[in-house]
């Protein structure tokens, strides 16, 4: 028995939608298809799917829009555009905003089920390196205004003294604040915090 859908497929054409979903079906994958952008929105999270597969020219809110709209909301899947030739421009403007790639119709099956293999399997990388990127912005919320300028001055590779002179404050409140500001970040070391803020040379 196939898993839950991990493709969600957007396309205003029911021919369209039927032959892909028997095609992916024939590869082992389960499409959950949609007949319009505002059917995805409406959906309980378009970001649980593995891949997205958008039709780009639609009635209503175009594939392009909706994928706008996602990444607005959040974390948003590998997403791969179905074109005509004559929007070719506007694919490769989607490229450039972080899609995965386009196929122009009519499509070549093959070439399809590839590249929305490749999306499934960018699929957990990009998401790790998503949620990962979520946690170090909710770590950094709870730092207090001072923590965030003491944890600036030791990143640029200030001592102690020298924070503490800058900011008009005693050593050991700088101390203090320096302690709070790793134990919140999760790290032992300004140099550890440097990588988890992709800030290390």
């Known amino acids: 028995m196939l898993s839950d859908p991990r493709i969600a497929l957007v396309d205003d054409d029911a021919a369209v939608r039927d032959a892909l979903k028997w095609l992916f079906a024939s590869r082992g994958h389960q499409v959950a298809p949609f007949e319009s ?60 905003q972080g899609a995965v790639d386009f196929i122009e119709k009519p499509f070549d099956d093959n070439a399809l089920v590839s590249l929305v293999e490749r999306c499934l399997g960018l699929d957990q990388e990009r998401r790790a390196a ?18 965030q300028e003491v944890m600036a001055l030791f990143l640029e590779g200030k001592l102690n003294k020298q924070i503490a002179d800058e900011l008009d404050i005693s050593m050991k409140t700088v101390e203090v604040h320096r302690a709070r500001v790793l134990e919140k970040m999760g790290v032992k070391s300004a140099v550890e915090l440097a990588n988890l803020l992709n800030l290390a040379p």
Do not use: I, N
Request: proline share 6%; with cysteine; glycine share 8%.
């Open 37 to 96: 952008a505002a059917a995805l929105l409406a959906d309980r999270d378009a970001s649980r799917f593995a891949c997205l597969v958008l039709d780009l020219r639609m009635p209503g809110m175009g594939g392009m829009e909706l994928f706008q709209t996602l990444q607005s909301r959040g974390y948003t899947p590998p997403t791969v555009f179905l074109t005509g030739h004559g929007d070719v421009p506007q694919a490769v403007a989607a490229l450039k």
């Open 130 to 147: 998503w949620e990962h990127k979520r946690q170090v912005e909710r770590r950094l919320a709870e730092l207090t205004p001072r923590e």
